[in-house]
């Protein structure tokens, strides 16, 4: 267990529709940051959040948002979905907002299938 | 555009044997490049990170090294174990906006497919 939860842990959905996808960062840690990984596609990063505040962007789409809560949890929430927004949705946390050696924690993944 | 390119795609060793995986990329400004083991439909574990200065970090038998004049890394394992069978993740991250309190964008390699065989 690497201290990051993610759920739900698999999600099935139909094409259109909206889902929202949950993190609780490892304890103490103040950054979350969501990535996609496709099938046999490389992790692509989505977007960051530090204590509460946006940090970076990355490849997100307009049809994605995310936000982090005053406990630090985050959500990513996906709508209008399409077959191609199937993949595995990982979150990690860190302790910093920004640094070079900041180690990120990586939570099991939320698997969405769209069909 | 920054780019991470991995080679091989997939190496399968035998047991005890060593081998070494390659990653150059094009990101810039560089601030920093890790090294990740994926378990297969796990999250990815850190390895090692390495800044601009570092040319060498060692983890247990993991070895990585790093040459940012031709920007290219390698991580080289020693001893493989049934265990290693992963994929290998290259992540170089360029640094933003740091008089603003910062942050830095990464970009994943596609990984390397090691399969450790008995």
């Known amino acids: 267990d690497s201290g990051v939860t993610q759920t739900p842990k698999h999600l099935i959905t139909a094409t259109g529709q909206r889902v929202t996808l949950r993190c609780s960062p490892r304890s103490g840690d103040l950054s979350v940051y969501w990535y996609q990984q496709s099938l046999d596609q490389g992790l692509q990063f989505l977007i960051q959040y530090y204590n509460g505040e946006e940090r970076a962007k990355g490849n997100i789409l307009e049809r994605f948002s995310a936000q982090q809560f005053p406990d630090l949890h985050s959500e990513l929430n996906l709508s209008s979905l399409e077959l191609g927004d199937s993949a595995l949705y990982f979150c990690a946390s860190s302790v910093g907002g920004w640094t070079g050696a900041n180690v990120l924690t990586f939570g099991a993944g939320s698997r969405l299938t769209v069909l | 555009k920054n780019q991470v390119e991995q080679s091989p795609q997939s190496l399968i060793i035998l047991e005890g044997k060593n081998c070494t995986l390659q990653c150059n990329y094009t990101v810039s400004p560089f601030s920093n490049l890790r090294w990740y083991k994926q378990d297969t439909g796990r999250g990815p574990v850190s390895l090692t990170i390495m800044t601009f200065s570092e040319n060498t970090k060692s983890n247990g038998r993991y070895t990585a090294t790093l040459d940012a004049d031709t920007k290219q890394s390698s991580l080289h394992i020693t001893a493989s174990q049934l265990s290693d069978s992963a994929s290998y993740i290259c992540?170089?991250?360029?640094?933003?906006?740091?008089?603003?309190?910062?942050?830095?964008?990464?970009?994943f390699g596609r990984g390397t497919s090691l399969i450790v065989h008995p």
């Open positions: 992540v170089v991250s360029e640094e933003i906006g740091r008089a603003s309190g910062g942050s830095y964008i990464p970009t």
